[in-house]
Nanobody, 124 residues
């Protein structure tokens, strides 16, 4: 089970930090990621991390502004979002998968486990 939190209302240029805690059962995820879905749009990739190595991947739209990280001991995923823009407004979802292959790390269908989503609203 994945539980995301940390969303809220922030002015453009501000920062937010999202968290996603994994619970229940043995944690053996190969990768975890953040996706977002704006109103009327499809869910899109934001960032992901290969859990064991800590290697990170980002969508071009957030590169240099967002940072994904993890706390292995606490089985928690983070997304530090800086220099937020109005176009970052969306519901943010964390996702995880045990058998992900690297070439699919930015693919929505590749992830089997999803959190409930947390709303981020950036006012201009």
């Amino acid at each position: 089970q994945l539980q995301a939190c940390g969303g809220g209302l922030v002015q453009a240029g501000g920062s937010l930090r999202l968290s996603c805690a994994a619970s229940g059962g043995t944690f053996s995820m190969r990768a975890m990621g953040w996706f977002r879905q704006a109103p009327g749009k499809e869910r899109e990739f934001v960032a992901a991390i290969w859990w064991s190595a800590g290697t990170t991947y980002y969508a071009d739209s957030v590169k240099g502004r967002f940072t994904i990280s993890r706390d292995n001991a606490k089985k928690t995923l983070f997304l530090q979002m800086n220099s937020l823009k109005s176009e970052d407004t969306a519901v943010y979802y964390c996702a995880a998968d045990r058998n992900l292959i690297l070439s699919s790390i930015d693919s929505v269908p590749a992830y089997d486990y999803w959190g409930q989503g947390t709303l981020v609203t950036v006012s201009s």
